[in-house]
């Protein structure tokens, strides 16, 4: 499994981004993909969560109407978008996949729960 995250930078309050996963190694719809975050001297914190092959999303609680989590599972790419983007959400995004667990547990793990995650793409957001 091979995960590379791209798309952060630098944005200010209110601006959008989208991230992209390109994956490798493994096929899409077997497992369960999705996305964590950390900021700086914090743990991790679950983003979002989607199985592909039913269709389940789910987000964290601060992120819920302002992520969309979704795949192009004929390209192997994973992304986020991120509309809305405040302070609080700067961190490093990391995209992560675990096989065999559905999403309802792997967001209670809090980010914890993933099998396999990449190195991840810094979100600032700042005025």
């Known amino acids: 499994v091979q995960l590379q995250a791209s798309g952060g930078g630098l944005v200010q309050p209110g601006d959008f981004l989208r991230l992209s996963c390109a994956a490798s190694?493994?096929?899409?719809?077997?497992?369960?993909l999705g996305w964590f975050r950390q900021a700086p001297g914090k743990g991790r914190e679950a983003v979002s969560c989607?199985?592909?092959?039913?269709?389940?999303?789910r987000y964290g609680d601060s992120m819920q109407d302002r992520f969309t989590v979704f795949s192009d599972n004929s390209k192997n790419i994973l992304y986020l978008q991120m509309n809305s983007l405040k302070p609080e959400d700067t961190a490093v995004y990391h995209c992560?996949?675990?096989?065999?667990?559905?999403?309802?547990?792997?967001?209670?793990?809090?980010?914890?729960?993933?099998?396999?995650w990449g190195k991840g793409t810094l979100v600032t957001v700042s005025s």
């Open positions: 992560a996949v675990v096989q065999g667990i559905r999403c309802s547990i792997v967001m209670a793990g809090r980010g914890y729960a993933w099998g396999s």
């Open positions: 190694g493994f096929t899409f719809d077997e497992y369960t």
């Open positions: 989607i199985t592909t092959n039913n269709g389940d999303t």
